[in-house]
């Protein structure tokens, strides 16, 4: 299944309402810096151990039980992260997402950008030109607020549709989140 495919069926779930109650845990706290730079930011609270929420995020055997059934990452600063929808894609893929690691503070924060969009993506030196960082907020034993807020975003037409491309996106993949430590590790087909 491609990541457009995967994102307009995810979108459709949203539409029809049935994932509701869920898809109500992830909030929109975009904002506006005072220099009028928007920052596309939600975030949602996870009943995990931190330490658990942690390694999810930072091993590709932690990813694939939330976000795509292929994943590959070298979690260092520099190294790639790589994600296909599509079950049968293989590493280097011209349809998979490649981050970048840029930076990261253990149980507290990851920052990523896009280094290669899917070869379909609409928009690719958008994609390129905007970073992603998340953070990690232990609210307790088993409970972590994770915030995932997408900068750079500049103005214009296509500018307008990644962001709310990547708005419905992070959605999704925060629903996923949840969802994964709540019914189990997601079982991809």
């Known amino acids: 299944m491609t990541l457009n495919r995967l994102m307009g069926r995810a979108v459709a779930t949203f539409l029809l309402g049935t994932t509701t109650a869920a898809a109500q845990e992830v909030k929109n706290t975009s904002f506006a810096m005072s220099n009028g730079d928007r920052v596309l930011r939600q975030e949602a609270v996870v009943a995990a151990p931190l330490e658990e929420v942690w390694k999810t995020f930072t091993t590709a055997d932690g990813l ?29 893929d011209p349809k998979n997402i490649v981050n970048e690691v840029i930076s990261f503070l253990p149980m507290e924060m990851i920052s990523v950008r896009v280094a290669q969009p899917p070869s379909t ?40 549709s990644t962001y709310a491309f990547f708005e419905r996106g992070n ?18 087909q």
């Open 64 to 92: 694939r039980t939330f976000l795509a059934p292929m994943v590959s990452l070298d979690f260092r600063i520099g190294g790639k992260w790589e994600v296909s929808a599509d079950s049968k894609a293989q590493l280097g």
């Open 121 to 160: 993506f609409a928009h690719p030196e958008v994609a390129r030109s905007v970073w992603t960082v998340y953070q990690f907020e232990r609210l307790g034993t088993d409970r972590v607020r994770v915030i995932v807020s997408m900068v750079g975003w500049k103005d214009g037409a296509d500018w307008d």
């Open 171 to 188: 959605a999704y993949t925060m629903l996923q989140l949840q969802k994964r430590f709540v019914e189990g590790p997601k079982r991809w």
